[in-house]
């Protein structure tokens, strides 16, 4: 396979990790197996991999100009980092994380296996003092729910406690929007289940990582943990990362006129996408990513009652958890416990492939009706 740096992603996107000998099927098998006849490497899957999940962690790896690692979830692969702590490590996280990460941290915590901090991810100056401080410092950009984009450019390149792990959370920012890895990050880790994915149809994750040394040991815990990819779930994500390119790119067009729709809105008391000039990180969004992504934030003048009817009134739009799918999804996020810092009514909306004129008449009856 040529190089990344030879391909553009989006033909980067078509073209890694399909077989290249003549009478070969022309796009990625399927291929189940648990072991392997001996005499070559590959004996056990969950040892050696399949052709699957390594066509996935070709792909991904060669966006992200890195090595990847594929795992069973999002989760898997967080897990997996978290693995690499010597006893006692600090531990840095964003006052607005993904909660199932913040979760993991907390527990582990308990556990007395390291100590968390939290910091607001506009501190820039905070960030770069934890770098020189702390053995884990985890960023998330775009943040769920609040989309706030952090200044990757200025973290990534300040000086770290030797050991230390800058892991960022690239699953809103897609390996298209944002390339970790560049800005000197040790670690970027996409939940798979979402934007390369595509189709809200598989759970995944994978991390992808310079540093050889930690390439094999996010391998190992793989191996030792489990936390291997369903074959099948592969073959889906490699499906589905065929085209998120053109995926993104609408859903993206699609979140940028819905959000300037909704801002103008009378029953919308704000609106919070990193595209809008009236986003807090604008200003750095347009340094740091490639596209505005396709999650938009926003609050009704009403509650949380108003905002969970409007979640029952839509219908296009579905009322469901999780996002990156082509189907727009929406929910209120103050809902799930532990999300006190946000305001009740804010609801997080995923933008999908729909037409936009369709996905704007959806939301304005489903206003209306309030
Ligand atoms: C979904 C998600 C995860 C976890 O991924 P799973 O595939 O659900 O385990 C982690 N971080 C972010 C930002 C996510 O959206």
């Not at 993904?98 to 993991?104: D, E, P």
């Not at 920012?173 to 390339?179: D, I």
């Not at 296009?316 to 929910?331: F, K």
């Amino acid at each position: 396979m040529d190089k990344p740096s030879q391909l553009k992603p989006a033909s980067w996107l078509v073209a890694a990790g399909r077989p290249s000998e003549p009478g070969q099927p022309l796009n990625t098998p399927l291929v189940p197996a648990s072991n392997f006849i001996l005499g070559k490497e590959r004996a056990y899957a969950r040892d050696g991999g399949t052709p699957t999940w390594e066509a996935l962690e070709e792909i991904v790896g060669g966006l992200e100009a890195g090595r990847a690692v594929a795992f069973a979830s999002g989760m898997a692969a967080v897990a997996a980092v978290f693995d690499q702590l010597p006893p006692g490590a600090v531990v840095v996280l964003p006052d607005d994380c993904y909660q199932g990460v913040v979760g993991l941290a907390l527990v582990g915590a308990e556990k007395g296996r390291w100590s968390v901090q939290r910091l607001a991810l506009e501190d820039t100056e905070g960030w770069i003092r934890a770098c020189a401080e702390a053995d884990l410092i985890w960023l998330e950009s775009p943040s769920n729910p609040l989309l706030t984009v952090v200044d990757l450019a200025a973290i990534g390149s300040a000086p770290r406690k030797p050991g230390a792990i800058l892991a960022v959370d690239n699953t809103f920012a897609t390996p298209l929007n944002q390339q970790p890895l560049e800005f000197g990050a040790t670690v970027s880790i996409q939940s798979v289940t979402k934007f390369i994915g595509g189709h809200s149809d598989l759970l995944g994750g994978i991390a992808t990582t310079r540093d050889e040394a930690l390439w094999q040991t996010l391998q190992k815990s793989r191996t030792l943990n489990g936390a291997t990819p369903g074959t099948l779930e592969a073959f889906l994500a490699v499906r589905g990362a065929r085209t998120l390119a053109l995926r993104l790119q609408k859903a993206q067009e699609n979140a940028q006129a819905l959000a300037e729709r909704l801002q103008q809105h009378p029953q919308v008391a704000r609106v919070r996408y990193p595209g809008l000039p009236s986003h807090p990180t604008h200003a750095i969004a347009k340094r740091v990513l490639k596209g505005f992504g396709t999650i938009i934030s926003f609050d009704l003048l009403g509650g949380a009652a108003e905002a969970d009817a409007l979640c029952r009134n839509v219908q296009l739009i579905r009322h469901a958890t999780s996002l990156g799918g082509v189907e727009s999804t929406m929910e209120r996020r103050a809902a799930i416990p532990g999300q006190t810092h946000l305001p009740p009514s804010l609801l997080r909306l995923s933008v999908g492939i729909e037409d936009v004129e369709d996905l704007w008449a959806d939301l304005e009856a489903a206003l209306q009706a309030l």
